[in-house]
Structure formats: C-alpha cells, structure tokens
C-alpha cells in the first residue's frame, strides 16, 4: 500500500509553476523600491539581493512564476531610505492588513503605493 502511494506521488511530478504579474502603482514623489515575499517557502521576487525599482509617479508590470495558491506579500520603501516603509516593508517583518496576496495563475494583482 505505501509502494503504491510513493508510485503515485513520483508519478504525479512537481506542481507546474503559475505565471503571474504584479503591477505596481507609484504615486509617491519619490522612487520605490519593491520586493514580494512567499509566505510559504523561502523565495523572495525578484531575489538574488535585487530589488524592483520604480520610478516617482510611474506604473509598472512585473512577471513573478510562484506556486497556484501560495501567499505573497510585498514591501515597499523609499528608495535610498529603507525607514519609510510600506507593506511587509523591506526585511519582511511589519505587520499589514492589505499587503499579501494568492497566486492564481494568469492574473494581475495591482499593489497602489500612496503619499
């Protein structure tokens, strides 16, 4: 019986990753900077110590590959000034009511960063 369940397991393969973007609204005066953070396995968007940058009043789409359902969070701060935060801000460990999301394969999730 458990010959048959770990056949069944290897057979079934990894989960397929999702595609998804996150667009980012930036309507503070100065430049932001973003991380997205798994809250279910150690991965951090965009990763390797790289931050997504976004310019003053500017709008961009970023593509993320996560897991179907897994929860994501993000941070944001001032560019250059990591003690005005946002979010999950950028150590991921501030607390937030609206900052996280679950990753559904071909969606948009829209993060707004206001003055």
Do not use: Y
Request: glycine share 8%.
């Amino acid at each position: 019986m458990i010959r048959l369940a770990l056949a069944a397991l290897l057979l079934a393969g990894p989960a397929q990753a999702a595609e998804m973007s996150v667009f980012v609204k930036n309507q503070r005066s100065q430049g932001v900077a973003v991380e997205l953070f798994s809250r279910d396995r150690e991965t951090v968007w965009p990763g390797d110590d790289k931050v997504f940058l976004i310019r003053p009043g500017a709008r961009k789409s970023v593509p993320i590959s996560c897991n179907p359902g897994e929860n994501i969070c993000w941070g944001a701060w001032v560019n250059g000034d990591d003690s005005v935060t946002a979010g999950v801000g950028p150590d991921n460990d501030q607390p937030c009511d609206n900052c996280c999301f679950i990753c559904v394969e071909h969606s948009t999730e829209t993060i707004d960063l206001a003055e």
